[in-house]
């Protein structure tokens, strides 16, 4: 019986372990190395087997995000990340980084066929050089501001100031929403801890 039993309890040893070798093939290789065909988020993150990557040194426009050209408002951020679709399709992408940002997501620099994702999409005008970050990918983008390439055929508000924008309107909502609320009956010993109570809403 252990005799017929031992090549059974290999060959699963040698399935379990080629899947194991296999699965780290296709994502990260523990040393912040990612391989595998994209998921594009938007124009500047993608997702590769579950984990999502902002690239390093460019900040593109939002995906809700519009631009004006002509006196006529364009969906520049939807189109930004089609590009990108487009230009990665179903080839395997390779990033390259360690660090995480605050939303858990790897910051990296990542290629196709050998070619600079990130360059492509600033050259494109699809996407800014992130100077806070990096400065690698200025001259790109001075280029595709010179030839009014796609974001740089009109005008357009920065993806960061986009950003704080976008913010500031959500706290603001959820201030009014807050303050809607009808306060809550407190007893003497208990006051009121709502949100609306220390938010400065006028209840005059």
Known sequence: MQTAA?????RTALV?????????????NGDGRFVGVATVIDGDTI???????????????????????????????????????????????????EKVDRYGRSDARCTVDGADVEAWMVRQGWALAYRRYSSDYADDEAAA???????WSGTMVVPERYRRDQEAVARHARTITDCARPPR??????????PHAESGCDRN
Do not use: K, Y
């Not at 501001?145 to 974001?151: D, M, P």
């Not at 009956?185 to 709502?194: G, V």
């Open 145 to 151: 501001r010179a030839e009014g390439l796609n974001i």
């Open 6 to 10: 031992m090549p059974l309890l290999l």
């Open 185 to 194: 009956q407190s007893s003497a010993s208990a006051p009121d801890r709502t």
């Open 16 to 28: 379990l372990l080629a899947l194991l070798c296999g699965g780290r093939a296709g994502g990260q």
């Open 47 to 97: 997702e590769i087997h579950g984990r999502r990557i902002r690239f390093h040194g460019i900040d593109a426009p939002e995906a809700s995000q519009t631009c004006a050209r002509d006196g006529d408002a364009w969906p520049c951020g939807r189109r930004a990340a089609e590009a990108l679709h487009d230009f990665l399709g179903r080839r395997p992408v390779e990033c390259i980084g």
